[in-house]
Structures are given as structure tokens and as C-alpha cells.
């Protein structure tokens, strides 16, 4: 693609390696945190949802094994979908962060969600469609013998 | 979108493989465009139209559905 110039392919992996790392250090604080009605910025918790971040945001501007016109119509058209998710999602936040501040600390969840909302979650939902569209059409395809 | 690029390919003793190397796609791209689930761009068009020596409207002929949007 002559236009949009991205990572080569090789960096997916080292985006799933991080994103497996985040994973990890989650459930760490999952399941150490003794703190449980402020569970979510414990700091595994911070930690994991920082690594997510970074891992999506690698793959999200991660070539394919073979980018072509075809690669990018997909990639556009996930992009569009993202964008008007996450418009709902913001339209929709606040309703939920006012539901679970009343179960967490509202100051510490406000921390929390502020990293999770405007970093983690665009990016999740773009590199996830992405994978999916990806995989649905290409199974699609019937390969001649 | 009809096409006839499986028949063109044929001609020339081609397979999927051979055109997608030679119009810098990948192979699934060429079986999207052959089973009408993708489009090719303008670009990609000719190419397959110098490819084959055959003009781009014997390759691609549109259907009724695409004059509607």
C-alpha cells in the first residue's frame, strides 16, 4: 500500500506477546488484590491494562502477511464500523461509570476508566473486527484444487 | 460483478498463484475477485487486462444489481 505506511509484520507477534503479558499481569491483580472494592487500579491491574494498550495499538498498525487492495478495503471498512461503536460507546459510558462507581471508588474507577475508555477500548474493538472480518471472509473463499 | 478471469487464466495455463504474483495481490485476493466477493480496483483491472491482452470490459461485465447503490 503505497499511501498508508505501517509495521511490519513481524510486530503482530510481538503484539500478542505483550497482550499475553497484560493478560497476565490482570489476572495477577485479579487474584491478588486484597483490596477488592478497588480491585480495578490495583497496580497489576494498571499495568496489564497500560501492556494491552501498547499490544493493540502495535497490531492495529501491523501489516498482514500479505497486504493488498483487498487487505485495505477490509481494514477501511472495520475502521468505519470501530468509529461508530465506540460513538455509542461514549454515549453510553457515562451511564455505566455512574453504575460502578457506586461498587468501586468513584475517584479511582474515574482513573482507571479513563485509560480503559479513550485508549484501550477503541483500539480492542479495531484490531478484534479486524481479525474477525479477516477470518470470515477468507473462510469464505473456495480454493480450486 | 461477473467476470471471466477463470476462463482467461485457463487460456494462458495460469493459476491463482501465477496471477496474484504477477498483479502483486495475494492468492485470496484473486479467488475474492473470481467468486465476485471482491471488487478489483481500477488498477488491478488493467493489470489483469495486460496480463490476459484481452480489454477490461470482455473480463468484467457488470449485473443489474450494480446500478443500483
Known amino acids: ?145 | 460483478m461477473k467476470n471471466n478471469i477463470r476462463v482467461e487464466r485457463a487460456k494462458l495455463r495460469m493459476t491463482q498463484q501465477d496471477l496474484a504474483d504477477r498483479v502483486h495481490v495475494s492468492r485470496q485476493t484473486i479467488v475474492a475477485i473470481e467468486q465476485g466477493k471482491f471488487n478489483p480496483s481500477t488498477v488491478l483491472a488493467l493489470r489483469m487486462s495486460a496480463i490476459f491482452n484481452t480489454p477490461v470490459n470482455d473480463i468484467f461485465e457488470l449485473e443489474e444489481g450494480d446500478w443500483k447503490e
Not at chain 1, 485479579?30 to 483490596?35: E, G, K, P, S, V
Open chain 1, 1 to 145: 500500500m503505497k499511501t498508508f505506511k505501517l509495521l511490519p509484520h513481524g510486530w503482530q507477534t510481538a503484539g500478542w506477546t505483550i497482550a499475553g503479558m497484560g493478560a497476565g499481569m490482570m489476572l495477577w491483580g485479579f487474584f491478588l488484590d486484597t483490596h477488592k472494592e478497588s480491585f480495578l487500579v490495583c497496580e497489576q491491574w494498571v499495568i496489564g491494562v497500560i501492556l494491552w494498550t501498547i499490544a493493540f495499538l502495535i497490531m492495529a498498525f501491523a501489516q498482514e502477511e500479505y497486504e493488498d487492495e483487498r487487505i485495505h478495503s477490509i481494514r477501511m471498512n472495520t475502521l468505519g464500523i470501530t468509529a461508530i461503536i465506540y460513538a455509542a460507546m461514549i454515549i453510553l459510558n457515562p451511564l455505566a461509570n455512574i453504575l460502578l462507581s457506586h461498587i468501586f471508588s468513584p475517584l479511582a474507577y474515574a482513573e482507571i476508566s479513563t485509560i480503559k475508555g479513550i485508549f484501550l477500548r477503541p483500539l480492542l474493538i479495531y484490531v478484534l473486527l479486524f481479525k474477525f472480518f479477516l477470518w470470515k471472509e477468507n473462510r469464505s473463499l473456495k480454493y480450486e484444487e
